[in-house]
């Protein structure tokens, strides 16, 4: 009985530990939701509504752009979503499977030119927009942040597609596959785990990303992403309408929610690989 | 596998199909305004526009904006541009540093100053000229509730203010303030500001001819120690906020809530205080005496015009008419959203003053009588330099008791500095095209030798295949569309940068800037470099410390939930993305209520425990133990994620030959997965720790605080880059912020190659 009783006490040592991270994890999202209910709120510290209404909700859809900012977010993020699994799943094929010169430089240029603070060189950026004819245009925050997602993400991947046994494409070399056939054949397959998480993640950086979506797109109420459209209710000359906010945000989180409830089937693995279980 | 693709193929599509959608060139004599950001309130400039087209022929295009906060730069990057806009919808204290930089023309509203409020020109006015005409304004006064005092009972004077403060202070029977007579914010210096000058202090003074004399500050005279009597009184009486971590909107919902009977603020709030039953009115500030009231500080937005219209004509005679009475009673009443009233436009215009719409709304009429009352914030170049140092110094007064007479010297000395700073001017290098041609051509012959060499020796080196041309051929074709955005997005943004904090851009200097040498890098290394260190310090330790507590807490989280059953594993998993998918600023203002020392919910769940409060936020050790947390709560999801990926490639052999050996899942966790996950995630931590040098997030969280209390010194969160940011865009020296962003560059880039090269070595060991 003695090793069951033990196994008994980790589990239950382990729910408690998930049981404290979540609270902790879902107190500020609790209030965030209170918030959103809440009647006559003017500050966003975590303070209790002293009433509570639906009025925030409707007024998101009546009186401000919210449903245009909702799906001008949706179009940006699939679409620097789908241009980022392109980019990352090409350069990383590359930079795992394929032995040229200058790869080690490259890749470590990736990496550092990442290290530039851009937030201190939105000035640059908005000159880049300017000359390319990007600005105040939807097409200009994809392509921005399909590169700013594909250059963290190589990094990630590459890990990944390292971890991909070497044997299988050179068995498939030999069979007399060409390079093209062996990347969509073979490496694609084997690397949907990795591509679900490249996916989830250029997917949640277009949607948050707030610094460089300011900056470019200044005309028209409609044209906004919801990160920059939300950000008005809250720093518009007019007041602070924080419900709303609160509102905006707990709505605008569901399509992240449902894009990873429908995703983690590919990189959650199956209950086999634990030890823990026997 | 084909699902997937057909998605992709279409997302593809539709990426390019929005590249193509057609621009229509705008004629040349087409009149462009950039108008606001109420819809309806475009709506009625386009209805008036086009009667205005009928008139005269000619074309106008009436633009929505985002904010009237992004003008001034947006008009200084398009002013010559093809998108140039001809009239500009305007901040009066931005007007400043664009005539500085060339890009208004100067107007002759003489036609004007008679139908308007006398402040809705008045503010426009800098140097001489007029530059524009106000069309509404934005102010403050007496906010106070009437079921806690009278109109008629209003305080005239200062003494009187104080009086009935405290007259209608109610306490509880336990000694707590249940309704405030009246509540500050003694760090504030917007709404104050009335008050501060009733005792003699003043932040420009002016020149006989008007103008205002950035040199002459008066906030360290009697009057300004007067004023600090005046507020640590209202302090004893518990009548200002508690604690320096509270602000504005504090007193704004202790109003709401009908606890408060007076406030020296605006009507923002008002559909809040309107939806809470508060039966509220605005009126002129106390004076001091009967006879003056106050005038409360007021940014008046109006319309200036392009400098470098295309249609000089066309334009002004479109001024002219949208600022006719009737015109601005339709712009005034689709503003105000027609029958709601909602007070987002208070008229400048005298005629819309008048009339029935704004004379038969309470509102609207106070805040009109207001205008009389109004006095613009300085429009100089120099006016917002107050903001970086009368907070912090005000803070160190009331809260930390600091002796009020050098404190004040203090704040009036760095202001004056910063007036200096921008009023510098550099001589420009000129460089001619061959001296370009020459140094790029060196540069890139330097860094081609360098290559070749390199590579050279690695070839000799290295064991192994050497890599084939039609392979490298290969592989550049599958990296070229990465490597051409990265070119364009990441490599001329440096490029772009480094030319940057070689020249005089900054916020006055928006258009004529030049090479002026390293004088920006001098700046930074004679003036800049105390506390450089401490924070650069800090920096590096933060940024550990939080990819090493999120690398951890992730790969846990993710090895656990990976070995639950999986309905409640599926539940967890949701939750614990949680911090990652909801915006950053609304969960860190979330925290920073939640780790308030006083009735915050931790401190309250430890009292509950007889345990002692923390200062989470308030004490130096405390609020950087804080913002480590807070930010790991922040990334450890991420990890998570990348770690579940992670561990579908662990081989299973490993696991089996570690229970061969009898380890348990601790050693298991320990021994092998970590080892593992770290290995593959190597470039993601490294990234990750890069990242972290990027975080402006600590600043919401903490505002770089608790503060030494000194002038230009970093505060104990301060992170290099938000210390700089403040630094540099405070006074809008945007070229020593390019410097600033050169030498993180330099520094971070040093440390990322040298912890590359060691995780190599120790990986091929």
């Known amino acids: ?278 | 596998m084909r699902k997937l693709t057909l998605t992709l193929l279409g997302m593809f599509t539709f990426a390019l199909l929005s590249f193509v959608s057609t621009d229509v060139e705008a004629d040349d004599q087409t009149v462009r305004v950039w108008f606001s950001h109420i819809e309806a309130e475009n709506e009625a400039m386009r209805d008036i526009a086009s009667d205005f087209s009928d008139e005269t022929g000619v074309d106008v295009e009436i633009i929505s904006r985002r904010s009237i906060f992004d003008a001034p730069n947006d008009l200084a990057n398009n002013a010559e541009t093809a998108n140039r806009p001809d009239i500009v919808f305007m901040q009066a204290p931005d007007i400043g540093r664009m005539v500085y930089s060339d890009l208004l023309k100067p107007l002759d509203v003489s036609d004007y100053e008679d139908r308007y409020a006398s402040v809705a020109t008045e503010a426009f006015y800098y140097d001489g000229q007029h530059y524009g005409v106000g069309y509404s304004v934005d102010t403050s006064g007496l906010v106070y509730n009437k079921d806690l005092i009278a109109e008629e009972d209003l305080p005239k004077t200062w003494d009187e203010f104080f009086e009935k403060a405290e007259d209608l202070t109610t306490h509880t029977p336990c000694g707590a303030i249940d309704v405030y007579g009246a509540r500050l914010n003694p760090r504030d210096m917007w709404f104050n500001y009335p008050l501060m000058e009733s005792f003699g202090a003043y932040y420009f003074g002016r020149t006989p001819d008007g103008s205002y004399n950035p040199y002459d500050i008066g906030l360290d005279n009697q009057g300004m120690l007067e004023y600090v009597d005046f507020m640590r009184d209202l302090m004893d009486l518990g009548l200002t906020l508690d604690n320096p971590n509270q602000s504005e909107s504090h007193i704004s919902s202790n109003f709401a809530n009908g606890r408060l009977a007076m406030m020296l603020y605006g009507l923002w709030n008002a559909s809040v205080y309107q939806s809470r039953d508060i039966d509220y009115g605005i009126a002129p500030l106390p004076g001091k005496t009967e006879e003056q009231p106050s005038e409360a500080l007021t940014t008046v937005q109006g319309f200036v015009v392009n400098e470098f219209t295309r249609n000089e004509e066309g334009t002004l005679s479109f001024l002219e008419y949208l600022l006719e009475d009737e015109n601005q009673q339709t712009l005034i009443e689709a503003g105000n959203r027609e029958e709601r009233k909602t007070g987002e436009r208070n008229p400048a215009n005298l005629s819309v003053m008048n009339s029935d719409y704004v004379q038969k709304d309470d509102i609207l009429s106070s805040l009109s009588e207001l205008n009389a009352h109004a006095q613009p914030f300085p429009n100089v170049p120099e006016g917002p330099i107050w903001y970086n140092h009368a907070p912090t110094i005000l803070q160190t007064i009331f809260y930390d008791d600091a002796n009020a007479e050098e404190k004040l010297e203090e704040l009036t000395d760095a202001i004056r500095a910063d007036v200096a700073v921008m009023g510098e001017t550099y001589e420009h290098i000129e460089i001619p095209w061959y001296v370009h041609l020459l140094a790029a051509l060196g540069v890139f012959s330097l860094v081609g030798t360098v290559v070749f060499f390199r590579r050279r020796r690695r070839v000799s080196i290295k064991a192994g295949n050497p890599p084939k041309w039609r392979t490298t051929l290969f592989a550049w074709l599958f990296l070229s569309p990465f490597f051409i955005l990265l070119g364009i997005f990441y490599v001329f943004p440096i490029g772009h940068n480094v030319f940057l904090s070689l020249t005089d851009y900054s916020g006055v200097n928006l258009r004529d800037y030049g090479l002026i040498g390293f004088e920006n890098y001098r700046t930074i290394f004679t003036t800049g470099i105390t506390g450089l260190l401490s924070m650069t310090i800090w920096t590096f330790f933060f940024a550990f410390s939080v990819i090493f507590l999120s690398f951890i807490m992730g790969s846990l989280v993710a090895v656990i939930l990976d070995k639950f059953d999986m309905r409640i594993a599926k539940i967890y998993r949701l939750v614990f993305i949680l911090p990652w998918v909801i915006p950053a600023i609304i969960t860190l203002l979330m925290w920073r209520g939640l780790l308030e020392t006083d009735g915050g919910f931790v401190n309250q769940l430890l009292q509950l425990m007889r345990l002692p409060k923390i200062p989470w936020l308030t004490h130096p050790v405390w609020a950087r133990v804080s913002s480590i947390l807070v930010m790991t709560w922040f990334s450890f999801p991420y990890y998570m994620i990348v770690a579940f990926g992670m561990l579908k490639s662990i081989p299973k052999e490993s696991y089996e030959a570690a229970e061969m050996d009898g380890a348990n899942s601790v050693q298991v966790f320990r021994y092998i997965t970590l080892p593992w996950l770290f290995k593959a995630l190597i470039p993601v931590l490294i990234m990750g720790f890069i990242m972290q040098f990027n975080q402006f997030g600590v600043y919401i969280l903490t505002e770089g605080g608790p503060t030494t209390g000194s002038l230009g010194e970093p505060g104990a969160t301060d992170l290099l880059i938000t210390f700089v940011f403040n630094l540099a865009f405070n006074t809008h020296r945007y070229a020593l912020a390019a410097a600033y962003s050169v030498i993180i560059f330099i520094l971070v880039g040093v440390f990322a190659v040298l912890s590359m090269v060691v995780a190599r070595k120790r990986m091929e060991v």
Request: charged content about 10%; some cysteine; overall charge positive.
């Open chain 1, 1 to 278: 009985m003695r090793p069951k009783t033990k196994k008994r006490l980790i589990r239950a040592l382990l729910h408690g530990f998930l049981v404290v991270l979540a609270f902790v994890t879902i107190l500020p999202f609790g209030y965030i939701v209170l918030l959103s209910f809440g009647e006559g709120v003017v500050g966003a510290e975590a303070t209790i509504p002293e009433a509570f209404t639906l009025g925030n909700y409707r007024a998101l859809f009546e009186e401000t752009a919210f449903a245009s900012w909702f799906i001008n977010s949706l179009l940006l993020s699939l679409a620097a979503m789908g241009i980022a699994i392109v980019l990352v799943s090409l350069s990383v094929y590359a930079f795992s499977r394929l032995n040229f010169f200058g790869r080690f430089k490259t890749f470590n240029f990736v990496m550092l030119v990442q290290i530039f603070p851009l937030t201190l060189s939105m000035v640059s950026i908005f000159r880049i927009f300017m000359v390319l004819g990007l600005l105040n245009r939807l097409s200009g925050l994809i392509i921005v942040n399909s590169v700013l997602a594909s250059a963290a993400l190589v990094l990630v991947a590459k890990g990944y597609f390292d971890t991909i046994p070497k044997e299988m494409d050179e068995a498939a070399l030999l069979d007399g596959a060409g390079r093209l056939k062996i990347f969509y054949k073979i490496i694609m397959p084997l690397a949907k785990p990795i591509l679900a998480i490249v996916a989830m993640q250029s997917f949640v950086l277009a949607y948050n990303e707030y610094v460089i979506a300011s900056a470019v797109m200044t005309e028209g109420i409609d044209s906004m992403p919801l990160a920059v459209g939300l950000q008005s209710l809250i720093v518009g000359q007019y007041g602070t309408n924080w419900s709303l906010y609160c509102a905006g945000a707990v709505i605008g989180s569901i399509p992240m929610l449902v894009l990873f409830y429908s995703l983690q089937k590919y990189f959650i693995s199956n209950l086999t690989s634990g030890s823990v279980k026997d």
